[in-house]
């Protein structure tokens, strides 16, 4: 009787003294020479938290790099890359500044683009609902309130040429 007594004792001690070390910050507590990749995040989603911008760094980046890894790189740049100007995340809604004018074809591959990452069941956890893109001037020239609607197919004189919504 006594023998699992102290067995049990020292489980506890064993789980209490360990525990620390199983939480989600462990990793900010080991040494920062095997990897600081997750202090910077941890650190990074603290400071957003307290933020009082609404503009939300950690998903702006998150399209940010999506669209330099596949289409900024060296050789593979796409025509409408350069044009972007910012990305600003701000409640449900990814606003991509470029210096476009309206009609422009560029807007109609970029809308695709940036929509098929939002709107991509691995990024759902982003909650990005909607896409707006803007001109040259800040004058709205896509806005997507939901995978619903569609992007431009072309630009034409008459608006009514556009699809439906699916």
């Known amino acids: 009787m006594e023998f ?3 067995r049990s004792v020292f489980s506890i001690i064993l789980i209490l ?3 620390p070390f199983f939480t989600p910050l462990a990793v900010a507590r080991t040494s920062t020479t095997t990897c600081s990749i997750p202090i910077i995040k941890r650190a990074l989603e603290i400071r957003l938290a307290e933020s009082a911008s609404k503009t939300d760094d950690f998903r702006s980046e998150a399209i940010r790099n999506y669209l330099d890894d596949i289409f900024g790189g060296p050789g593979v ?3 409408w890359y350069d044009n972007i100007t910012d990305i600003e995340v701000r409640g449900d809604t990814a606003t ?4 476009l004018a ?4 560029k807007i109609i591959a970029l809308c695709g683009v940036v929509s098929g ?7 759902e956890h982003l909650g990005i609902r909607k896409v707006k893109i803007l001109g040259e001037s800040g004058k709205v020239l896509v806005f997507r309130k939901s995978v619903m609607d569609n992007c431009p197919y072309k630009f034409s004189p008459n608006p009514g040429l556009q699809p439906r919504g699916r």
């Open 117 to 123: 990452f939002i709107y991509s069941q691995l990024n």
């Open 96 to 99: 991509i500044k470029t210096n």
């Open 102 to 105: 309206a009609g422009d074809e």
């Open 77 to 79: 740049k796409t025509s």
């Open 4 to 6: 699992n007594s102290l």
């Open 17 to 19: 003294t360990l525990a």
